[in-house]
T-cell receptor, first 116, second 110 residues
Framework: DSGVTQTPKHLITATGQRVTLRCSPRSGDLSVYWYQQSLDQGLQFLIQYYNGEERAKGNILERFSAQQFPDLHSELNLSSLELGDSALYFC???????????????FGEGSRLTVL | TQLLEQSPQFLSIQEGENLTVYCNSSSVFSSLQWYRQEPGEGPVLLVTVVTGGEVKKLKRLTFQFGDARKDSSLHITAAQPGDTGLYLCAGARGAQKLVFGQGTRLTINP
């Protein structure tokens, strides 16, 4: 158990719909990362938050948005869903390690999104 | 275009054999991590390498960071079925985002 909780574990929806994925980081971790994992693209970095502020942005579509709340949980909102958005969405959290540029990322079990 | 290229993408070998998987890039990374992911789970960190030329050992796994900090390798000695999984390398450029390779899917047959 990584200590990172993601809900829902599975989600099936239709094209054009909107969904929200939720992540609770490990206790004490201030950074939250969102990644998308599909069969042909590997693990793609979407966005990172640190203590409520956006810290880094990756290949996140304009249809997607995220935020980190004061209690440090995070939500990833996916709208106008397309078939190609079907993937595993992972949340990870970390705490900076002294002397290391990036600390260890602790991943949740992922949310599997299927768009029909 | 993938910033980190992993090879091979798929590898299936017999128990007891040795293997090496590679993670290559044209970019310099401040650190590089290796993760292993099993079906239905998120990736789990195996090791972090920071210094060019650094070698770290984790039981039967040996990790090396290239001298120029652009590439890395993972060598497994006497592979066991429990080593089966998706091995991902991830490079950090600065203090923010971690970029992952596509992974090497390893199967160890009993």
């Amino acid at each position: 158990d990584s200590g990172v909780t993601q809900t829902p574990k599975h989600l099936i929806t239709a094209t054009g719909q909107r969904v929200t994925l939720r992540c609770s980081p490990r206790s004490g971790d201030l950074s939250v990362y969102w990644y998308q994992q599909s069969l042909d693209q590997g693990l793609q970095f979407l966005i990172q938050y640190y203590n409520g502020e956006e810290r880094a942005k990756g290949n996140i579509l304009e249809r997607f948005s995220a935020q980190q709340f004061p209690d440090l949980h995070s939500e990833l909102n996916l709208s106008s869903l397309e078939l190609g958005d079907s993937a595993l969405y992972f949340c990870a959290s970390s705490t900076p390690s002294p002397g290391l540029p990036v600390g260890e990322l602790f991943f949740g079990e992922g949310s599997r999104l299927t768009v029909l | 275009t993938q910033l980190l290229e992993q090879s091979p993408q798929f590898l299936s070998i017999q128990e007891g054999e040795n293997l090496t998987v590679y993670c290559n890039s044209s970019s310099v990374f401040s650190s590089l991590q290796w993760y292993r992911q099993e079906p239905g789970e998120g990736p789990v960190l195996l090791v972090t390498v920071v210094t060019g030329g650094e070698v770290k050992k984790l039981k039967r796994l040996t990790f090396q960071f290239g001298d120029a900090r652009k590439d890395s390798s993972l060598h497994i000695t006497a592979a066991q079925p429990g080593d089966t999984g998706l091995y991902l390398c991830a490079g950090a450029r600065g203090a923010q985002k971690l970029v992952f390779g596509q992974g090497t899917r390893l199967t160890i047959n009993p």
